[in-house]
């Protein structure tokens, strides 16, 4: 079968977050100050119950909605102040930055006459300023709160390939997580193709085929 989409992972597939992202200690250490103590751990996994059980209900509109949720995860209550300091730090340090093949990774899917569409558990506000440049070249975001589901889950798949109105057969996708982005797919009938950018070239979830160091590599596989 013609593949006629092509989808990919966002994270460490197309961006990655930036160096001087904020770390879950200096959240811990921010709180400390205005006398609320917490564990970095405790945030983390919180903020990990936000991706997975909260934003397949709704869509999440920005940094204040997404900590505003990771606190309630918590039980704890906040100050407004301490939300917009909050909220400031993430929107100026955690941004995505671009992986230099992936514009015209994008670019190749699209002038191939294909669709081109993301699936990602990242929600659209956290691309930030630089990593929403993959939007004007995608035609579908499916995130976590499109879908209705976490990605991972085996219906977040087959709920793609219903709403694009294609077979599961006529779908590629690429991403770094051999499992999410390729095991589970391929078992839902799309074809993965595992971008390993380490260049290890091997993963007993993934075998021997099916393996790119580069997205300028994952052509051949879509191309006619």
């Known amino acids: 079968m013609a593949i006629e989409v092509v989808l990919f992972d966002v994270y460490e597939t197309l961006t990655d977050w930036p ?6 200690i200096e959240v811990q250490q921010l709180l400390a100050r ?6 970095y751990q405790m945030y983390q996994a919180a903020r990990n119950m936000v991706f997975c059980m909260d934003a397949p209900r709704r869509e999440i509109k920005g940094w204040t909605d997404f900590l505003a949720l990771t606190f309630d995860r918590l039980d704890m209550s906040i100050s407004v102040d301490l939300l917009t300091s909050l909220t400031a730090m993430f929107e100026k340090r955690d941004g995505m930055i671009l992986y ?11 002038d191939s006459g294909r669709k081109c569409c993301a699936f990602t558990t ?25 879908v209705g589901l976490p990605k991972g889950h085996p219906k977040f ?5 219903s709403a694009l109105g294609v077979e599961p057969d006529r779908l590629l996708c ?9 095991q589970l797919p391929i078992e839902a009938g799309w074809s993965g193709v595992w971008l390993d950018r380490s260049g290890a070239g091997s993963d007993p979830k993934v075998g021997q085929r099916g393996i790119i160091s580069t997205l300028a ?3 051949p596989y879509y191309a006619d």
Not at 34 to 39: Q, T, W, Y
Not at 127 to 146: A, C, P
Not at 157 to 161: G, K, M
């Open 122 to 146: 990242l929600p659209k506000f956290m691309l930030g300023d630089e990593g929403s440049q993959i939007i004007k070249h995608i035609d579908v975001y499916f995130d976590n709160s499109r």
């Open 217 to 219: 590599e994952l052509r």
């Open 174 to 182: 690429t991403g770094n997580d051999a499992v999410g982005d390729v």
């Open 34 to 39: 205005f006398g609320v103590e917490i564990s």
């Open 19 to 24: 160096p001087g992202r904020v770390r879950p």
């Open 100 to 110: 230099p093949d992936a514009l015209d990774a994008l670019r190749a899917v699209k």
């Open 157 to 161: 798949y087959e709920r793609i390939a």
